[in-house]
């Protein structure tokens, strides 16, 4: 009997300070949420453009008050489209990826027919070189979008562990929701991301939304055979296979109004009060750092994430084994994906004509000219690749993208 009355009291022992461990870890955290300030950055110089949003000083997160005076979302509330018509769309550029993240943005202005807003997290040596480079093209191009700079912004007493975080300031999207506080939906995307038709395509996914969802990724693989998260994650994640967070559609409303179920506590936290407690738990078992944070929250909370098709994320998994994105075979890839650096290196050639087709493209050119067909044959010479052998995907609906702007510009004429 004494056995199990010890036995009882180490299990109630083992308890307490579990509990004890998180709510620390929960108040430490809402005190760095307190902490966070933002610094004043400068906006874009053209009076003839809205210069984006001003930051400003609040108790707890620092907020952004939207300059054009757009109407919070209500939580709950359908999801729409902001008051101006814009699609939203945010990145984060550390390190050598100003170039990259120019010809991501490039490819979005080039097929898009609506207005873009571009929200650019970038660490402070980056800010001039993208407002030059932004500012530089073309006023025709230049009055497709807006855009405003931010420093990339962590909790104080954390920024360094989060900082470096899988790869540096990959994390910062975790935090996009809790920083742009006016925002209601965003779509935010990796630098290595290419744009194979309208924005507006992929934001229209929001009206898909059932009331409990959040916010949407793709399955990280489509051929468990070949999965990492069920062969090898060391920690929970969502479904079969995982997600990837390269393209990530939110409703920042709902995701900022939102208790999540996990498993520190029986208690239901806030996104902002989740974050650290999740990382200090799993920070010796995670390998792609904010991404296996994701999957182990959307693990938890399954009912809150809208899955959409491989062909709005398409990565070289998809096509190095031989074919395995059912819809991109049906309809085209959507969105090309260019990770673990293929646009740089002769590994994935196909992936690599695809981003040089683009960066080269000179503005105002026509584009089934100067781009697609230059293009179409690049990839010609990739056939000796399983993704040069699917490259005929990669231009399906690249081509009727291009052919839809180009009727619009002549009719305009």
């Given at each position: 009997?004494?056995?199990?009355?010890?036995?009882?009291?180490?299990?109630?022992?083992?308890?307490?300070?579990?509990?004890?461990?998180?709510?620390?870890?929960?108040?430490?955290?809402?005190?760095?949420?307190?902490?966070?300030?933002?610094?004043?950055?400068?906006?874009?110089?053209?009076?003839?453009?809205?210069?984006?949003?001003?930051?400003?000083?609040?108790?707890?997160?620092?907020?952004?008050?939207?300059?054009?005076?757009?109407?919070?979302?209500?939580?709950?509330?359908?999801?729409?489209?902001?008051?101006?018509?814009?699609?939203?769309?945010?990145?984060?550029?550390?390190?050598?990826?100003?170039?990259?993240?120019?010809?991501?943005?490039?490819?979005?202005?080039?097929?898009?027919?609506?207005?873009?807003?571009?929200?650019?997290?970038?660490?402070?040596?980056?800010?001039?070189?993208?407002?030059?480079?932004?500012?530089?093209?073309p006023r025709t191009v230049q009055t497709k979008f807006n855009f405003t700079i931010y420093p990339i912004t962590f909790p104080k007493e954390n920024a360094k562990e989060w900082k470096k975080l899988f790869k540096p300031c990959a994390s910062q999207r975790l935090f996009l929701p809790l920083i742009l506080k006016e925002v209601d939906s965003l779509l935010y995307v990796d630098t290595d991301i290419l744009f194979l038709q309208p924005v507006e395509d992929i934001w229209a996914l929001l009206s898909q939304f059932n009331p409990s969802q959040l916010a949407a990724m793709a399955p990280e693989h489509e051929e468990p055979r070949i999965g990492w998260y069920n062969r090898f994650a060391r920690h929970p994640y969502y479904g079969k296979t995982g997600i990837n967070?390269?393209?990530?559609?939110?409703?920042?409303?709902?995701?900022?109004?939102?208790?999540?179920?996990?498993?520190?506590?029986?208690?239901?936290?806030?996104?902002?009060?989740?974050?650290?407690?999740?990382?200090?738990?799993?920070?010796?078992?995670?390998?792609?750092?904010?991404?296996?944070?994701?999957?182990?929250?959307?693990?938890?909370?399954?009912?809150?994430?809208?899955?959409?098709?491989?062909?709005?994320?398409?990565?070289?998994?998809?096509?190095?084994?031989?074919?395995?994105?059912?819809?991109?075979?049906?309809?085209?890839?959507?969105?090309?994906?260019?990770?673990?650096?293929?646009?740089?290196?002769?590994?994935?050639?196909?992936?690599?004509?695809?981003?040089?087709?683009?960066?080269?493209?000179?503005?105002?050119?026509?584009?089934?000219?100067?781009?697609?067909?230059?293009?179409?044959?690049?990839?010609?010479?990739?056939?000796?690749?399983?993704?040069?052998?699917?490259?005929?995907?990669?231009?399906?609906?690249?081509?009727?993208?291009?052919?839809?702007?180009?009727?619009?510009?002549?009719?305009?004429?």
């Amino acid at each position: 009997m004494r056995c199990y009355l010890h036995a009882f009291l180490l299990c109630v022992l083992f308890t307490f300070f579990s509990l004890l461990y998180v709510f620390n870890q929960l108040a430490s955290t809402l005190e760095d949420r307190d902490d966070w300030d933002l610094k004043e950055q400068g906006t874009p110089d053209r009076s003839s453009r809205d210069g984006g949003h001003l930051l400003r000083k609040r108790p707890g997160l620092t907020g952004l008050r939207d300059r054009e005076g757009l109407d919070r979302q209500r939580a709950g509330s359908a999801v729409k489209e902001h008051n101006d018509g814009r699609s939203h769309l945010a990145v984060v550029a550390c390190g050598p990826r100003l170039e990259e993240t120019l010809t991501m943005l490039k490819s979005a202005v080039l097929l898009s027919k609506k207005p873009l807003h571009f929200y650019i997290f970038a660490e402070d040596d980056l800010h001039d070189s993208f407002r030059n480079a932004l500012d530089s093209w073309p006023r025709t191009v230049q009055t497709k979008f807006n855009f405003t700079i931010y420093p990339i912004t962590f909790p104080k007493e954390n920024a360094k562990e989060w900082k470096k975080l899988f790869k540096p300031c990959a994390s910062q999207r975790l935090f996009l929701p809790l920083i742009l506080k006016e925002v209601d939906s965003l779509l935010y995307v990796d630098t290595d991301i290419l744009f194979l038709q309208p924005v507006e395509d992929i934001w229209a996914l929001l009206s898909q939304f059932n009331p409990s969802q959040l916010a949407a990724m793709a399955p990280e693989h489509e051929e468990p055979r070949i999965g990492w998260y069920n062969r090898f994650a060391r920690h929970p994640y969502y479904g079969k296979t995982g997600i990837n967070s390269g393209v990530m559609l939110m409703n920042m409303t709902r995701l900022r109004e939102k208790f999540f179920q996990n498993d520190m506590t029986t208690v239901a936290l806030r996104w902002e009060e989740i974050l650290m407690p999740l990382l200090q738990k799993y920070k010796l078992n995670i390998t792609w750092g904010d991404q296996d944070l994701l999957n182990i929250i959307f693990h938890h909370n399954p009912e809150s994430l809208f899955v959409f098709p491989c062909q709005w994320n398409y990565r070289p998994d998809h096509c190095i084994y031989g074919s395995n994105c059912q819809q991109a075979e049906q309809e085209g890839v959507f969105i090309l994906h260019g990770n673990r650096g293929v646009y740089h290196d002769d590994k994935q050639p196909a992936f690599r004509a695809v981003y040089e087709a683009i960066q080269k493209y000179p503005f105002g050119e026509n584009m089934e000219a100067s781009l697609l067909q230059p293009l179409e044959a690049s990839l010609q010479t990739t056939t000796n690749t399983y993704c040069g052998r699917a490259s005929h995907l990669f231009t399906k609906k690249l081509k009727q993208s291009i052919m839809s702007v180009q009727q619009e510009v002549t009719q305009r004429r």
